[in-house]
Each structure stands twice: as structure tokens, then as C-alpha cells.
């Protein structure tokens, strides 16, 4: 395989007329998640999904792995954060609940 995506012939190392093509999608917000990692587009042209030209600068390479877009040290941070925000939101709650608690019953006595 070529840079281009061209799936190449081992024996003559020429093409096979068979390509590998990369869509570029614009709007990830208009997939759907199908599970395990895998999306679709119920509407393409809201997704505004296209496929890759030589103006896009990609390459497909065998034998590589995709890296993730993911930064897993902001991602915990992130986490911790709302987690953190939770507990916040939790207390709150329950310092409301027992507040309420105490004038229902002190009310029922009166």
C-alpha cells in the first residue's frame, strides 16, 4: 500500500486498482454511536462528512497504529474536578434534606 491509500500488488509492487479511502468528518457531534467504537451518520450531509483529497495532507500507512486525540493527564484532571463538584452538590443537598428534616419534625411538635 501506498501513501495514497492504493492497495499495491506484492508481486509487481503496482496498483490493484483498489483504494482505501479516509472520510473527514467535520461535525462528530451528528454521529450516532452504534457501540464498540463505532459510529454512523443517519443524515451525511448534517455530519458534512467527505472524503479525503490531496489537499488534506493524510496519509495511510501499514503497519502503524492510530494514536489517541485523547490527553489521558487533563482527561483525570477533568474527572477529578467533576467528581469534586459532585461531592459539593451532594452535601448541599443533604444539608438541605436534614434542614427540611428539622422543621418538619420541630413544626410537628409546636
Known amino acids: 500500500m501506498d501513501g495514497q491509500g492504493n ?8 496498483p490493484t486498482g483498489t483504494k482505501i479511502g479516509v472520510s473527514v ?7 450516532v454511536r452504534d457501540g464498540k467504537g463505532v459510529f454512523h451518520a443517519d443524515d451525511i450531509a ?9 489537499t488534506d495532507n493524510l496519509q495511510v500507512r501499514q503497519g502503524y497504529l492510530e494514536g489517541s486525540n485523547v490527553d489521558p493527564t487533563q482527561v483525570t484532571v477533568d474527572l477529578n474536578a467533576a467528581y469534586r463538584a ?3 452538590n451532594q452535601k448541599i443537598v443533604q444539608y438541605y434534606d436534614s434542614s427540611l428534616q ?6 410537628g411538635r409546636v
Open 102 to 107: 428539622k422543621a418538619v419534625t420541630e413544626v
Open 7 to 14: 492497495v499495491l500488488n506484492p508481486e509487481t509492487g503496482l
Open 46 to 54: 448534517a455530519a458534512d462528512i467527505r472524503y479525503s483529497n490531496a
Open 86 to 88: 459532585y461531592e459539593a
Open 25 to 31: 468528518v467535520t461535525k462528530p457531534q451528528e454521529l
